[in-house]
């Protein structure tokens, strides 16, 4: 694809359900960066993916908080028991590797009722 | 604990002049420093990135400026049009993992 793409691009929940954010990053990046953006505050750095490394998590605000990459492709991130603190714009982006311009999906923008 | 500030309040400038941003940041030293812009409802979009042996970097009528001293750099663009106005976000790479600290950004109007 052109770009790195996310679905959905916008997703209304209810307090206490989980939730799945995907991320399609750029082919042949190999890494992946997930970043949350709340009203009013800047983007918050959650969680990196960088080819079969571990991943660097030491963003994710808590344990209800988990993503994975299958394949070093596709990202999903998973908020389990929303919460409506939960409820910002989650951005995915990918760069050719850690050190090269990151280049940003469209975002989905979570809303918990 | 590391800090990127940038100014919060809007800026408003006329159409063709230069526009000013500023971001300040403390207890960090980047190997790199990159700028982005960002419109209501999009993903930010990357513009330039300067690495801390650069003292300025351009890109047609962007100029970014990058003082390790004073721990801060400028963007500038000149010759501003409307379609400059976005909100424009400065960004800070932190460890060697690539991932990115960023400022609140700053709104940009620009009028015609």
């Known amino acids: 694809g052109a770009g790195v793409s996310q679905s959905p691009s916008n997703k209304v929940t209810e307090k206490g359900k989980d939730v799945e954010l995907r991320c399609d990053p750029i082919?042949?990046?190999?890494?992946l960066y997930w970043y949350r953006q709340s009203l009013g505050q800047g983007l918050e750095f959650l969680i990196y993916f960088q080819g079969n490394s571990a991943p660097d998590k030491s963003g994710l605000p808590s344990d209800r908080f988990s993503a994975e990459r299958t394949g070093g492709s596709v990202s999903t991130l998973t908020i389990q028991r929303t919460q409506q603190e939960d409820s910002a714009v989650y951005l995915c982006?990918?760069?050719?590797?850690?050190?090269?311009?990151?280049?940003f999906g469209p975002g989905t923008r979570l809303l918990v009722l | 604990s590391q800090k990127i500030e940038q100014n919060s309040e809007a800026l408003n400038i006329q159409e063709g002049k230069t526009a000013t941003l500023t971001c300040n940041y403390t207890?960090?030293?980047?190997?790199?420093l990159q700028w982005y812009r960002q419109d209501p409802g999009r993903g930010p979009v990357f513009l330039l990135l300067?690495?801390?042996?650069?003292k300025e970097k351009r890109k047609e009528r962007l100029k970014v400026t990058f003082d390790t001293t004073l721990k801060q750099s400028l963007f500038h663009i000149t010759a501003s049009q409307p379609a400059d106005s976005a909100t424009y976000l400065c960004a800070l790479v932190s460890g060697n993992t690539g991932k990115l600290i960023f400022g609140q950004g700053t709104t940009l109007q620009v009028k015609p």
């Open positions: 982006a990918s760069s050719f590797t850690n050190q090269e311009t990151q280049y």
């Open positions: 300067i690495r801390e042996n650069e």
């Open positions: 207890n960090y030293s980047p190997a790199y």
């Open positions: 082919s042949g990046h190999t890494a």
